[in-house]
């Protein structure tokens, strides 16, 4: 059974620092990207980027919200992703969701999500 | 401003057949791009219900159904069941600065 579970939410300063970690099991983890997205409360969905599989050479992208200041990483051996959160600030309060890639077209880049993380929340608040 | 839109809310009585609209443009859906739609309960994690346009994971039930056409996209639920009240969102791929990934702001459907 595929499953991904978040973990590393909670409360932060603005400006501070945090990691959520996204633990996979179910499934081979290195053929896969990972995504991650964020909901904030009352709203709606927000991709926030991806982490290639390793076979496709494990880069990130990222969606122009947010990047330079979160960062996507995998540990292969563990089978976790990683999102690391930086300079927060009170906008970035949400649930933090990650979920497995599908490729609808591989070389459009056209993806969908076929098995998500049950949420994390991150709350930045002074 | 979320770049794909769809109505905040439908509703619908049980055993009704209920439509969600998507509306792009031409650097997503009219792009030819594929549309995907996901379910999401309040309090839960989204659920991904149909692919591709019209492909509908296994577990989901056949009443769950996508089109596709020019700009636009629907999901139609025939035969509406309570359990079916949820939040329902369309995702796509956009070549602009604001994809790649795109989703719908959202659609709730209460069942009355």
């Known amino acids: 059974e595929v499953q991904l579970v978040e973990s590393g939410g909670g409360l932060a300063i603005p400006g501070q620092s945090l990691r959520i970690s996204c633990s996979t099991s179910g499934f081979i983890f290195g053929d896969y990207g990972m995504s991650w997205f964020r909901q904030a409360p009352g709203e709606g969905l927000e991709w926030i980027g991806l982490v290639r599989a390793k076979a496709s050479g494990g880069t990130a992208e990222y969606a122009a919200s947010v990047k330079g200041r979160f960062t996507l990483s995998r540990d292969e051996s563990k089978g976790i992703a990683y999102l690391h959160l930086n300079s927060l600030n009170i906008e970035d309060t949400a649930v933090y969701y990650c979920a497995r890639v599908l490729y609808s077209d591989f070389w459009s880049g056209s993806q969908y999500f076929d098995y998500w993380g049950q949420g994390t929340l991150v709350t930045v608040s002074s | 401003q979320s770049v794909l839109t769809q109505p905040p809310s439908v509703s619908g009585a049980p055993g009704q057949r209920v439509t969600i609209s998507c509306t792009g443009s031409?650097?997503?859906?009219?792009?030819?791009?594929?549309v995907h739609w996901y379910q999401q309960f309040p309090g839960s994690a989204p659920r991904l219900l149909i692919y591709?346009?019209?492909n509908r994971p296994s577990g989901v039930p056949d009443r769950f159904s996508g089109s596709k056409s020019g700009t636009s996209a629907s999901l139609v639920i025939s035969g509406l069941q309570p359990e079916d009240e949820a939040g329902y969102y369309c995702q796509s791929y956009d070549t602009s600065l604001s994809g790649p990934v795109v989703f719908g702001g959202g659609t709730w459907l209460p069942v009355l």
């Open positions: 031409s650097s997503n859906i009219g792009a030819g791009y594929d």
């Open positions: 591709s346009n019209n």
